[in-house]
């Protein structure tokens, strides 16, 4: 993310900087389980040749937590936690967003080259995702 100033996030939701070593072959950032990532990663996924104006995610989690980096290129990130909304641009693959349970997201907006590499807290389980907003907010006031 391509920012000078820390905006304020949605509820839970923070920026996750790893640590990068540069040289004259480029850069190389890494993570590590627990230390740099919040959580024991479960589960590692990506997205990637999205075509023009299609959206990713679109869904909240009832108890999986998540971070999301973008590898190449760039794309927009929505994070909604009921209450505030806002949207980050993702460009900077040694930076991602670390996006709690109960927190709507959508990814818009992506470059051509871009990719997303989004690590998880649990396997995959269909029962676990929200894909109705209205579901969404109920479970919020729950």
Known sequence: MSCNITPQLPKGC????????????????????????????????????????????????????MVLFPIGGSFDIELDDGENKMVLHMDDSSQGVYIPP??????????????????????YRSEDYIHDYDEFKRLLKA
Request: glycine share 6%; with cysteine.
């Open 14 to 65: 923070f920026l996750v900087q790893l640590p990068k070593v540069s040289d004259k072959r480029g850069n190389l950032a890494f993570g590590e389980s627990e230390q740099h990532i919040p959580f024991p990663i479960k589960r590692v996924f990506w997205t990637y040749n999205i075509k023009d104006g299609n959206m990713r995610g679109d869904h909240a989690h009832k108890t999986c937590e």
């Open 102 to 123: 109960l927190v709507w997201c959508r990814l818009m907006n992506f470059t051509k080259e871009a990719a997303c590499i989004s690590l998880a807290s649990e396997e």
